[in-house]
């Protein structure tokens, strides 16, 4: 008869061959450390040195002595419990298509130009003449998005970017046209 695997911490179980008798296994579910013994069953890696008592268990991950009831590792940070990790990795999920769902929600481009606007406008003597154009290009873009689907929210981030990169490309040619005949003066 095979010996029988057995995970204590996800309940997992699985004839073995023979050959595995004595070896080390890790659980293909829960990635827990298993001693597969020659009576069929198996057991937790055997606990070792003076901490080893029997309210401990070592952590599947990093074989540290954790409480039997641990749900997660104080060592690793590795969550043991199956149900904490079945509802941790849910929450992600749910974090993950959140954010998705706002992403499709929003005209691509509509922040963007928006940003690129204020800051040409902000710093229209030196990186005007490189940002107001792209917020003005990003919105123009976004608009024609808007147009194609009416239902994506930030057309007022589009014309946002549209006016502050127009008030850019002004503010340089101001600057450009006040500036130049001064410094032709100064030198």
């Not at 911490?9 to 990635?31: E, L, M």
């Not at 409480?67 to 929450?91: M, N, P, Y």
């Not at 929600?105 to 690129?116: I, S």
């Not at 689907?149 to 127009?166: I, N």
């Amino acid at each position: 008869m095979n010996p029988l695997f057995q995970c204590e911490v996800c309940h997992y179980s699985r004839p073995v061959p023979q050959d595995y008798v004595g070896q080390k296994v890790r659980c293909p579910q829960c990635a827990a450390v298993i001693l597969i013994q020659a009576n069929g069953e198996s057991g937790a890696t055997p606990e070792s040195g003076p901490s080893a008592s029997a309210d401990r268990k070592p952590c599947p991950f990093c074989a540290e002595m954790i409480l039997l009831d641990a749900r997660k590792c104080r060592f690793c940070g590795e969550v043991i419990d199956r149900e904490l990790a079945i509802a941790k990795e849910r929450e992600r999920i749910r974090v993950f298509e959140r954010r998705k769902q706002i992403m499709h929600n929003w005209l691509p481009g509509a922040r963007g130009a928006l940003v690129c606007g204020v800051v040409g406008l902000l710093l229209a003597p030196c990186l005007g003449a490189i940002l107001s154009p792209a917020g003005i290009l990003m919105a123009v873009q976004a608009l024609k998005e808007h147009k194609q689907s009416p239902h994506l929210e930030g057309k007022g981030l589009a014309w946002g970017g549209l006016a502050t990169g127009l008030l850019g490309l002004l503010a340089l040619i101001v600057f450009w046209v006040l500036w130049a005949p001064f410094m032709k003066q100064q030198s």
